[in-house]
């Protein structure tokens, strides 16, 4: 499976931003998907992640209420809708994809990576 990631961009806090990430491969709707962020000089962390089906979501605490995960089997895309963005939220986010159906929150648990898009949220 590979992943790429796209629509990271530069938005002043307060606005709002759509990640997409288009999966290739005939299976991307037996997997379970996430994303993650990193910070500079920062770990990377668990942002949200959604089940092979979309019918179960699960989102970091500092994320929650103001991100929504959500995928299109057919497309083969995994999208994050980021709204009420803070500066604190810039970072490099990743999607990962797992070969378990269920939700997965560790990157462990993830067998596969896209490259990364950067967000840069300006206060």
């Known amino acids: 499976v590979q992943l790429q990631a796209s629509g990271g961009g530069l938005v002043q806090a307060g606005g709002f931003l759509r990640l997409s990430c288009a999966a290739s491969?005939?299976?991307?709707?037996?997997?379970?998907m996430g994303w993650f962020r990193q910070a500079p000089g920062k770990e990377r962390e668990f942002v949200a992640a959604?089940?092979?089906?979309?019918?179960?979501?699960y989102y970091a605490a500092s994320v929650k209420g103001r991100f929504t995960i959500s995928r299109d089997n057919a497309k083969n895309t995994v999208y994050l809708q980021m709204n009420s963005l803070k500066p604190e939220d810039t970072a490099v986010y990743y999607c990962a994809a797992s070969i378990v159906a269920g939700l997965r929150f560790d990157s462990y648990e993830y067998d596969y990576w896209g490259q990364g898009t950067l967000v840069t949220v300006s206060s």
């Open positions: 959604i089940n092979w089906s979309g019918g179960s979501t």
């Open positions: 491969g005939r299976t991307f709707s037996s997997y379970a």
